[in-house]
């Protein structure tokens, strides 16, 4: 949502395919060798070394270094928000309906911890249904 959001702000658009691996770069500057990267550690496939070293030659080290803390952080979000059962919040789950079908983020195992079904694209700009803390006030 955020690369959504944020390429909007800049007035492009970001090929939201790249963020599953089934598009290139995503309409990025160095988008190829970046979802490279990102997908090869994420998956610890063996060209992981193979990635770094292209992603550090068009970008150098200190990016390099950025797109690493990136991907540790996305991993880490995204697998803690899974085993813990948290689900989206109602704005999220509004604003990203209809992406999250066409990119089959519904199929993914932590599309369970949410009802989908509840999901109304029309409530997307909602800003009253932001994150909220769970628990006693």
């Given at each position: ?75 880490g979000l995204v697998r803690n928000?899974?085993?813990?059962g948290i689900p989206l919040d ?33 409530r997307a700009g909602d800003l ?10």
């Open positions: 949502m955020l690369l959504r959001a944020s390429s909007q702000q800049l007035g492009t658009s970001a090929e939201l395919d790249a963020t599953v691996g089934r598009g290139g770069g995503g309409g990025i500057e160095h988008g190829e060798e970046i979802v490279r990267f990102g997908e090869a550690v994420t998956r610890g496939s063996s060209d992981v070394d193979d990635a770094r070293a292209k992603l550090r030659g068009v970008l150098g080290d200190a990016a390099l270094i950025d797109a690493a803390a990136i991907v540790g952080i996305f991993n928000a899974d085993f813990s109602d704005g999220t789950l509004h604003a990203s309906a209809e992406f999250r079908g066409e990119l089959g983020l519904n199929d993914y195992a932590g599309a369970a911890n949410t009802e989908l079904g509840r999901a109304d694209p029309g009253s249904l932001g994150p909220r803390l769970v628990g006693p006030a």
